[in-house]
């Protein structure tokens, strides 16, 4: 399905949730010097104008960035991000996660994107293609195999698809176990929404069958409008970097605290 654009949505809680953990899990891992591979499955345009008719239609930003940015320390990676994004573009800017990948890897750390919507790759390809990334307009479960084992080995990758097609829940597990097969030392950070009625609980069933040591994290928030299913956000993370549980339990602490 081509119809999901990320522009509606960008800036909201959930992405609050991912991309303050990215940012963090990309700070981490960058302090080592070794390169890295970033792989991004579902990448969307990686650069968001907040300020564009689609995003100020469902105000999710306003509800979103607006409101917990103030969350975080200015010195937290995620806050770096959004600041080093609005001196370059404005300040309706926003970093989709490839831009929070590019603007913290270094020079020799590699980064594979994809992205099938076809307006939605041309935007990506304009935004992220002067920092190098390796950007295909191709299924991104379908990319995340052929590209693994990557080089360098060492990494993290992030599948974040919309989850309108269904069969996504059930493709899920199966996907990341051949992604861990290929590439055991990967850290596979897995997004995915609360909606009412839980259809994420058996795909989590399957990936905590598989991965038993796996990080899961996820923050309620209220549904943005009237009939809105989404009342959280959740990560699943295979091989996480260390300290990314107390961070990740911080951050789910930001949102009780200030959120009720």
Known sequence: MLSYQHLYHAGNLADVQKHALLAWALDYLTQ??????????????GLYDLGADEALKTGEA???????????????????????????????AYPGSPMVAALSLRDGDVMHL????????????????????????????????AVCPPTPRRGLMLIDPSYEVKADYDRVPKVIAQINRKWNVGVIILWYPLLVGGPHGPMLA?????????????????????????????LFVVNPPFGMAEEAARVAGLFRRNLG
């Open 114 to 145: 994809a992205e099938l919507h076809p307006q939605e790759h041309r935007a990506l390809q304009t935004n992220l293609g002067p920092w190098g990334a390796h950007i295909q307009m191709r299924d991104g479960f379908d990319t995340a195999l």
């Open 32 to 45: 080592k010097d070794k390169p890295l591979t970033y792989v991004e499955t579902h990448a969307g345009r």
């Open 206 to 234: 399957d990936l905590a069958a598989v991965f038993p040591d796996g990080l899961r994290s996820e923050v309620r928030f209220p549904p943005v409008r009237d009939g809105h299913r989404m009342e959280g956000s959740g």
């Open 62 to 92: 306003a509800g979103g960035v607006a409101v917990a940015e103030g969350w975080f320390a200015p010195g937290h990676p995620y806050r770096r991000r959004l600041d080093e994004v609005r001196a370059a573009h404005g300040a309706n």
